[in-house]
């Protein structure tokens, strides 16, 4: 999502809110005992929405931390069976005077990920970290998945944008003899 406040003056301090309509899609056709609804179309009709108001405040030059290489580059695409291992470290650099104390990780179904503590990277920089995070899918788990990372600083900034990575976790497969 991007805000473009072009023709608008702020000051440190100033806030605002902008609000923003959540609507959720089908994915399937929807049926209800046996009966399919015809005004439902997959990803075209709405089946609710929701407004919510983002609330923002003007903090002045706030350098916030990023994600750095080696980190895998935004919205890379792994294929993980189910019983592997999905693995990857996470980079952060905090700005000069800062450190890394937290990262997050979300994923779209709300479950939590496996992480290491945050470690240091001084082989890349001083104020540089990274934590390790892995994911091994279950069979209940095929499909799609997002999952995201962000890092936060001693000052609670975090990450402007997160960083993620689409998995699709497929079945093996294996043929019954």
């Known amino acids: 999502m991007k805000i473009r406040a072009n023709q608008s003056y702020f000051h440190e301090s100033d806030t605002f809110g902008i609000p923003i309509t959540v609507k959720d899609y089908s994915k399937y056709n929807i049926t209800i005992q046996g009966t399919a ?12 929405r929701v407004v919510v108001m983002m609330y923002f405040k003007i903090t002045g030059k706030t350098d916030p931390p990023e994600i750095i290489p080696p980190t895998p580059s935004n919205n890379q695409e792994y294929t993980i069976y189910v019983g592997g291992d999905f693995h990857v470290n996470v980079y952060a650099k905090a ?50 998945h997002i999952l995201c990372a962000n890092a936060e600083d001693n000052e609670g900034r975090m990450t402007v944008d997160l960083h993620c990575f689409r998995i699709l976790v ?3 497969g294996i043929l019954k003899l």
Do not use: C
Not at 37 to 48: F, T
Not at 104 to 120: A, E, S
């Open 37 to 48: 609804l015809l005004l439902q179309i997959p990803y075209i009709s709405v089946l609710g």
């Open 95 to 144: 700005s000069a005077g800062k450190h890394i104390r937290r990262f997050d990780f979300l994923r779209r179904d709300g479950k939590p990920v496996n992480h290491t503590g945050i470690q240091p990277a001084p082989n890349i920089s001083s104020n540089v970290v990274f934590i390790s995070m892995s994911w091994s899918p279950t069979e209940v788990e095929k499909g799609h």
């Open 170 to 172: 497929k079945g093996l």
